[in-house]
């Protein structure tokens, strides 16, 4: 976050958050308070003090913003400017003009299965303001957490990440975020760009970009890495931060895993730890069948 903090959007922010091609993550906290992170690429500023988004399909953001109402948020857009904050939510709509917007553009307007249905809004806390990303800063980082990797020791036990989830992650050009839950109750997001899978139980990330704010995460607080393709593949890891460590001479924050979750369609759902297969039985009545005589 900038020192000098923002309580409401400009008309700038406004216009740059618009655009339906862009990055939308909002941080929520689930049923037991952890951190968790949703892509929403509607999510914009609608309003000097409001954000909003607009609502096409389910998922678990959803309902987590009806009980733990305190968010944050990231927008990027494809000029990689980022804009990032605190939210808490306000209530939604089945009409106005958000909604009006949203089943206007083209991704929704022609798209007969996929219409917008419900808008969300959120009352601004605070913003950065638009901040273009340090790529610069970036590529070195990730160049230290690749020697991190390399020379850093490896935790041999039962693996947690998979195969496609360790490629996912180390691919160069996907994106990566953090998320926390912050001391005044409200989840943080962080871009964490230059994470790679260390082993198959850890993350690490090199904190030689964005370190004031790394350093400002607790040591042992659960921590939510979230990873995207720009192909929309993307997975959410959670597990325990272990702080800023000394890992093959490298500064680096490290993650032990232990959640994994594919927020893909069409079959989003909790990878691990493995959710038990539990048979589904019916009733002799239940396949009975109504035929309509000619």
């Given at each position: 976050m ?6 409401a ?16 993550l909002?941080?929520?906290m689930d049923?037991?308070?952890?951190p968790?992170?949703t892509l ?21 953001s ?20 980022l804009?990032?904050g ?5 209530g939604s ?26 808008v ?17 800063k970036?590529v070195?980082?990730?160049?230290k957490t690749m ?9 041999k ?21 953090l ?17 790679r899978s ?14 004031d704010?790394l350093?400002?995460i ?9 990873c995207?393709?720009?192909s ?10 272990r ?14 895993v232990?959640?994994v ?13 493995p959710?038990?297969l ?17």
């Amino acid at each position: 976050m900038n020192r000098e903090k923002m309580t409401a959007f400009s008309e700038e922010d406004i216009t740059g958050t618009r655009p339906e091609m862009k990055i939308g993550l909002l941080a929520t906290m689930d049923s037991e308070g952890l951190p968790h992170v949703t892509l929403l690429s509607s999510l914009m500023a609608c309003s000097p003090k409001q954000l909003c988004f607009g609502q096409f399909v389910e998922g678990l953001s959803k309902k987590y913003i009806l009980d733990r109402p305190e968010t944050g948020f990231l927008i990027m857009d494809l000029g990689k400017n980022l804009w990032r904050g605190t939210a808490k939510y306000a209530g939604s709509a089945k009409e106005g003009p958000q909604y009006d917007h949203y089943n206007n553009v083209p991704m929704f307007r022609y798209n007969a299965y996929l219409g917008v249905h419900t808008v969300h809004y959120f009352d601004l806390v605070e913003h950065t303001g638009k901040i273009p990303l340090p790529m610069g800063k970036i590529v070195f980082a990730a160049l230290k957490t690749m020697v991190a990797r390399t020379l850093g020791g490896k935790d041999k036990r039962e693996p947690v990440l998979n195969t496609w989830t360790r490629a996912l992650v180390n691919k160069i050009g996907n994106l990566k975020f953090l998320s926390y839950i912050a001391g005044d109750g409200y989840p943080r997001i962080i871009p964490a760009i230059q994470t790679r899978s260390f082993d198959a139980r850890r993350v690490l990330f090199s904190a030689s970009v964005y370190n004031d704010e790394l350093k400002a995460i607790p040591e042992g607080a659960p921590l939510a890495v979230f990873c995207m393709a720009l192909s929309m593949e993307d997975v959410l890891l959670r597990g325990v931060y272990r702080g800023i460590r000394n890992t093959g001479g490298i500064a680096a924050g490290v993650v032990d895993v232990n959640w994994v979750y594919n927020s893909m369609p069409p079959s989003p759902g909790q990878i691990y730890p493995p959710v038990e297969l539990k048979p589904v039985l019916f009733s002799g009545a239940d396949f009975s069948i109504h035929r309509q005589e000619p």
